[in-house]
């Protein structure tokens, strides 16, 4: 295979961007030479970028271009479709293939947590991660329950909504943040919404009675490496995920789809690994 492929991160802006290193160490992995460059780009200018985007053999795209970039391409996979949401391109035989990695990602992630999704879990947040999050984990046949503020019901109206349109059965409840069961267990919990994130590291989404009720722990947020919603669920013994390993395992999609690479669990937790380091040290 040429080592001349090329591939690239298209945001607006990109200055803590993590897709560089993961995407790097992914080439290395397979010893593959390949680059990977940073494209910021207005949403005015996309258009207009779209005949160099062209000559990349694939890239990934990040806010604001994720629906923008739909006008650029000539197919969707059933992720994208779903989402009506691409951040992923593959540009193949002189097609360009549009992809939602991240939905992959975030299932992965909990795969590797060896999560049953057949039982009750907790989302809180459903505005945009939390959106995908809500549907993957109700279409994996989750007995799902979305806990929001108040301002944002009829955000998780609109969520269940499109679940039911697309798994009539699917199991859904929505519940006030302030009002979440703890006579239950829950699979897991996962929180999509950004409070604990950098700086305000001291802040967590759930009480302690709620986390106390969760077997297992996702975060998306990942500055800090360990937010304080994880700290507390592993002070109770409970396996706790950042949004690291999200983040490499939508990596790893992307790399399976561009180039058929396929990678250990244990590689993917040393780069994630590796990651959550490079964060933390990049804020101190």
């Not at 039911?164 to 059965?169: E, F, I, L, N």
């Not at 790399?255 to 690994?273: A, G, P």
């Amino acid at each position: 295979m040429s080592n001349s492929r090329k591939y690239a991160i298209l945001g607006e802006t990109l200055k803590h961007t993590m897709s560089p290193p993961i995407h790097k160490r992914l080439f290395e992995l397979k010893n593959r030479e390949f680059e990977y460059e940073i494209l910021e780009v207005k949403p005015e200018e996309l258009k207009a970028k779209s005949e160099y985007l062209d000559t990349l053999s694939g890239y990934n795209i990040t806010i604001p271009h994720k629906i923008g970039i739909i006008d650029c391409i000539d197919e969707l996979d059933d992720s994208a479709e779903r989402y009506h949401s691409v951040n992923c391109v593959d540009n193949k035989n002189g097609k360009r293939v549009g992809y939602n990695t991240d939905c992959d990602g975030f299932l992965r992630t909990v795969r590797a947590m060896n999560v049953d999704f057949h039982g009750k879990v907790l989302l809180i947040g459903c505005g945009g991660v939390g959106r995908m999050i809500a549907i993957e984990a109700a279409l994996a046949g989750a007995d799902l329950f979305i806990a929001v503020l108040e301002s944002d019901m009829p955000l998780a109206v609109q969520v269940e909504k499109e679940i039911k349109a697309m798994k009539s059965d699917a199991k859904v409840t929505i519940v006030l943040n302030t009002k979440i069961p703890t006579d239950i267990t829950y699979e897991i919990l996962m929180n999509a919404c950004p409070v604990g994130m950098y700086p305000k590291v001291d802040a967590c989404p759930a009480p302690d009675e709620v986390i106390k009720a969760s077997k297992a722990v996702f975060d998306v947020i990942y500055n800090p490496r360990e937010t304080m919603l994880m700290k507390k669920a592993k002070a109770m013994g409970k396996n706790a995920v950042g949004g690291m390993a999200m983040l490499v395992w939508q990596a790893v999609s992307a790399h399976e789809i561009w180039d058929s690479d396929e990678y250990t669990d244990n590689e993917v937790q040393s780069i994630i690994n590796e990651m959550e380091i490079a964060v933390a040290n990049d804020f101190k």
